[in-house]
């Protein structure tokens, strides 16, 4: 038991302590821990709200959001990195495709159910060339920013004999073809192919860009569905880190998170 009259709570340990002592020194020893451990959440959060331009957020709004968040790290998003772990450890293994699983877990059920994935649909673009809906195509050239939308262009008809059509940045159209082709559109046409990549869609410090670009199998021939996303790089020696926790949330765009969010 713990001796009440003690100054210091490493100093209390003896045989007139109570045990109502012992549970009051306790939980006060578990609040102090908790306020640091949201000092540390509190920092880190707002660090990472500054990246994004965001509102901060008030220390009490990190401790009530902590507060939520830790029950659910302990059991399902616990479950669900020990079910991922198992599937990561597959593929580093380089093991049959068979032996992979899908999980459904409901841990207010509670239940588990494993099931084996279907194979991704494939897509017959040309007779020796197949894709799937996982697939993406990147170009990595060595002239870095300044890459031009010729030389992506020209890249990707060499190496998937397909003509590129059309080029979308998300919803921003980059080069229509047909409105290009026109008779009087032919020095704006050859002055942006000529435009360099990285300066034409107004980036910054992007070390790549995903693109949407259209082909077709023969120049007279019908736009093909379900190719892939064209990466660019612009920094082919920069590694690419991709974090499996992130904040804000692509949910809330607006609104900052917990950095333990997924």
């Given at each position: 038991a713990l001796n009440s009259n003690c100054p210091s709570?490493?100093?209390?340990?003896?045989?007139?302590?109570s045990s109502q002592s012992l549970v009051r020194v306790l939980q006060k020893l578990e609040q102090s821990s908790f306020e640091i451990s949201v000092d540390f959440l509190h920092s880190i959060a707002n660090l990472r709200v500054r990246n994004y331009k965001l509102e901060e957020m008030p220390w009490i709004n990190v401790?009530?959001?902590?507060?939520?968040?830790?029950?659910?790290?302990a059991t399902t998003t616990a479950s669900i990195a020990g079910l991922q772990t198992i599937?990561?450890?597959?593929?580093?293994?380089?093991?049959?495709?068979?032996?992979y699983r899908n999980a459904f877990l409901n841990l207010a059920l509670p239940i588990c159910q494993l099931s084996e994935p279907g194979p991704?649909?494939?897509?017959?673009l040309t007779p020796i060339l197949k894709v799937?809906?996982?697939d993406r195509w990147e170009v990595k050239l060595k002239k870095g920013k300044d890459l031009t939308l010729q030389d992506v262009l020209s890249h990707l008809e060499s190496t998937y004999s397909l003509?590129?059509?059309d080029v979308m940045k998300g919803a921003k159209p980059i080069y229509f073809y047909s409105i290009m082709n026109l008779p009087e559109k032919k020095s704006e046409k050859e002055a942006l192919l000529s435009s360099k990549l990285y300066d034409l869609l107004g980036l910054q410090s992007e070390a790549y860009i995903d693109l949407n670009v259209?082909?077709?199998?023969?120049?007279?021939?019908?736009?093909?569905s379900g190719t892939p996303t064209v990466r660019v790089y612009f920094d082919t020696a920069q590694p690419i880190i991709c974090l499996l926790y992130t904040s804000p949330s692509p949910r809330d765009a607006t609104l900052s998170r917990m950095p333990s969010s997924a």
């Open positions: 709570t490493e100093k209390c340990f003896t045989d007139k302590c401790k009530l959001k902590a507060g939520r968040i830790i029950p659910a790290l599937e990561v450890i597959k593929v580093a293994k380089k093991i049959n495709v068979e032996e991704a649909p494939v897509t017959q799937t809906l996982w003509y590129p059509r259209t082909f077709v199998n023969d120049p007279k021939g019908k736009i093909l």
